[in-house]
């Protein structure tokens, strides 16, 4: 039987959502799919308007890494990460002024996104993520 063992919901006040992980290290992703934060898709890929609020009430399992299972989720404003037990970090949703820690954001102060969990390569390079919290606007990161 696979129980919670971590669980996220989204700061703000509006584009709610929420995560969880399992026991087996799957994340599932529910709620508001505003930039990317669900990790599941671009609203683009579906022909969606952006100014409409969608709602997913169904998780969604959108991380299953048997070989390095997830240990945390963290839900922020509109962005949302992935912890794994080998310390490694998967950041998604909106990326506007670096808050996902991507380089590629330079440039995109208000279009940068990532629709699916990345791999946040220079943390990857930098040492074993210990832990990560979030507020609406930044994420912040001990290594």
């Not at 039987?1 to 994340?27: F, P, Q, W």
């Not at 100014?51 to 959108?62: A, D, I, Q, Y």
């Not at 950041?91 to 590629?104: N, Y």
């Not at 102060?109 to 390079?125: G, I, Q, V, W």
Request: net charge negative.
């Amino acid at each position: 039987m696979n129980g919670v063992i971590s669980i996220s919901c989204s700061k703000g006040e509006k584009h709610h959502h929420t995560g969880c992980v399992l026991s087996s290290g799957k994340v599932f992703m529910w709620g508001d799919p505003y930039k990317g934060q669900l990790g599941q898709y671009a609203e683009e890929e579906k022909g969606w308007d952006h100014t409409e609020e969608r709602l997913f009430g169904s998780p969604v399992c959108v991380y299953d890494n048997p070989e390095d299972k997830a240990s945390h989720v963290i839900s922020g404003g509109i962005h949302s990460a992935i912890q794994t037990e080998s310390g490694l970090l998967y950041t998604f949703g909106c990326g506007s002024d670096g808050r996902l820690g991507h380089p590629e954001y330079e440039g995109h102060t208000f279009l940068y996104k990532e629709s699916r969990p990345k791999l946040n390569e220079t943390l990857a390079n930098a040492g074993k993520v210990i832990s990560c919290k979030s507020s609406y606007y930044h994420m912040l990161v001990i290594l």
